[in-house]
């Protein structure tokens, strides 16, 4: 429950923020309930990806034990707050769902070899997403990003079907979609009706309800669990990197990055949204954390190459739910999980139990995942608002993605290797959407951009680069007076006294300003600085014992901009100033 005290909300549902001491036993607790939330989903992405691959048991034991060691090392480091690394909260990491449709591909083309090579790519691209997080934050679009989402649920969508239509030797036809529509069935009504701890056991309890209805049309073989031993590692079938870079690597790269693009963007906000949750008193996002999550990430999708098994990615959803529901976000909880996760992965009988899961339930789940993967992509492109020419860009990405999808198109015209990749609809359906929104950005109103120091005396050219800009939007004086007022409290604000240039030279400040329908929106960029300016607006009406010599411009900002955003980055700071036109 979320109360308001002046313009600060609490959410008294968190029990235990990140930093909070948490007796040990509670942080164990939610610890297990943590891995009974995302066990299932690791696994599917993992044999899902390897049967429809065509790849032997073998490499499936092995890519079930990797998976489970770097999501359990990587969510564990979240944890933590090591310099540029971790998110300082429980932010599970673990492979994602949204490489699985490439992570088939990969396999079918040059098996876990150009799978590895491929993922040590976006690790790269997610890395250096992370670095460069400042400038390329306008890079993916929500409409974009949202596109990629829908078109990757929908590219997976038949694999699950094909997973519903296999049946175990021996076994009645009936088998495989009475399996699956008792997993789904008994999963939908637990989610729909289930409260409290029930839903974090609702995957498992489908999952469950499933193979027993397997089992009973003779689908479920269970002597792989009687012959697995107790504690062991399988046999390690580790990729061996192909430094050679033929032809089939260089078509699937354009694939990977742009998902990993998409990804890292939305990461960005899961990362966003954890920070937010874990919180009893929510303050503004601290993008130092975002970035730290974000190169942690990087780290796990570079392990995941290393050992073959699809990227990882920040899955905030199983956070939110996590933390939701046990009202504990205690960092250290993230340590927990992530050992819990290792140790299960050196218990062969409990590994093959999972493996031992029929296709058809496995099927169904799937289904269940790539629906809710739909409606991921939706929200993100409904979240930035949905003109005509934002839904054209939509609507055509979706047709033609979707139509591609199946087909040979661009296999007929461009051959085997190089066709493979534009006949997937992700891709083609991202690429229109991706040179959709290129064009839009193009041909719209340039960016008008001041660079000056930050300091009081570059206060007149900020006021004449403000006035010009008022002049050419055609604004009145009032409107003009207020949109200068605003940039002067802004640069005032930034300006502390802790914070004065240790040599000769002032830090730099770099303002963008882009007209948004009647109103105009600046970015005032400078050197990393302490404190955040969404943190004093939220908080100014509170008694506090220190006076603040800046509490005047925070007061006159607010009162001038009807919105003020503050991100934090290593390196950089961006403030954002929306003045409304009257």
């Known amino acids: 429950m979320e109360r308001e005290y002046g313009r600060v909300r609490v959410n008294e549902n968190i029990r235990y923020d990140p930093e909070d001491p948490c007796p040990l036993p509670i942080a164990a607790g939610v610890a297990f309930q943590g891995v009974i939330l995302i066990l299932p989903t690791v696994v599917v992405i993992v044999v899902t990806a390897a049967l ?72 790269i691209t997610q890395l250096s997403l992370a670095r460069w997080l400042p400038s390329l934050r306008g890079l993916i679009t929500p409409v974009v990003s949202g596109t990629t989402l829908m078109l990757i649920a929908a590219s ?101 990055v742009l998902v990993g693009l998409v990804v890292g963007i939305k990461n960005i906000g899961d990362a966003v949204v954890v920070q937010q949750v874990s919180r009893r008193r929510p303050r503004a996002t601290d993008f130092r954390l975002v970035q730290g999550a974000l190169n942690v990430n990087g780290l796990g999708v570079l392990a995941a190459g290393l050992v073959g098994v699809p990227p990882t990615t920040i899955m905030s959803s199983s956070s939110t739910v996590l933390v939701g529901l046990t009202g504990v976000a205690y960092r250290r909880v993230g340590y927990l999980i992530g050992a819990f996760l290792v140790a299960l992965a050196f218990l062969p009988k409990f590994m093959a139990f999972l493996l031992t899961v029929p296709s058809p339930v496995v099927g169904a789940y799937l289904l269940v995942l790539m629906g809710m993967l739909f409606l991921e992509g939706m929200r993100t492109v409904l979240r930035d608002g949905l003109d005509h020419r934002k839904a054209l860009v939509v609507a055509l990405a979706l047709s033609i993605g979707m139509g591609v999808e ?36 193009v041909t719209r109103r340039r960016r008008a951009r001041l660079k000056v120091r930050l300091d009081m ?53 770099v303002i963008v300003a882009r007209p948004d329908r009647g109103a105009l929106e600046m970015d005032y960029i400078v050197v990393l600085s302490e404190g955040n300016l969404e943190d004093r607006l939220a908080y100014l009406d509170e008694r506090t014992d220190e006076p603040d010599e800046r509490e005047i411009s925070f007061r006159l900002l607010r009162h001038y901009a009807s919105s003020v955003r503050h991100r934090k980055f290593h390196g950089a700071e961006i403030v954002t100033v929306r003045v409304e036109a009257s």
């Open 156 to 256: 997976i969508m038949p694999l699950a079907f094909d997973r519903i239509d296999e049946v175990a030797p021996g076994g009645s036809a009936a088998a495989g979609p009475v399996a699956a529509a008792v997993s789904l069935g008994v999963t939908a009504v637990l989610t729909l009706l289930a409260s409290g701890v029930w839903r974090l056991w609702t995957p498992l309890i489908g999952i469950a309800s499933g193979s027993v209805a397997s089992a009973l049309f003779g689908g479920y073989d269970f002597r792989p669990v009687l012959d697995a031993a107790w504690v062991g590692v399988p046999s390690p079938d580790l990729p061996a990197l192909d430094l050679t870079l033929g032809a089939e690597f260089w078509a699937l790269v354009p694939v990977f």
């Open 457 to 509: 005396s570059a206060l007149p050219d900020i006021d004449d680069y403000l006035d010009k800009l008022a002049l050419s939007l055609g604004w009145n004086a009032s409107s003009a007076e207020r949109l200068r007022a605003a940039g002067e409290e802004t640069l005032s604000s930034l300006m502390q006294p802790s914070h004065e240039p240790t040599g000769d030279t002032p830090p730099r400040l």
């Open 52 to 123: 429809a691959a065509g790849e032997d048991d073998t490499y499936l034991s092995w890519a079930v034990f990797a998976a489970l060691l770097v999501s359990g090392s990587a969510t564990a480091l979240q944890a933590a707050r090591l310099r540029r690394f971790g998110g300082g909260a429980v932010v599970f990491t673990c492979v994602a769902l949204a490489y699985l449709g490439i992570s088939v591909l990969a396999l079918d083309a040059g098996g876990p070899a150009l799978l590895a090579s491929l993922t040590i790519v976006v690790a």
């Open 406 to 441: 199946g087909r040979t198109i661009f296999r007929d015209l461009l051959g085997e290797t190089w066709g493979r990749s534009l006949d997937s609809g992700m891709m083609s359906g991202a690429l229109v959407a991706l040179l959709l929104t290129l064009f839009m950005e």
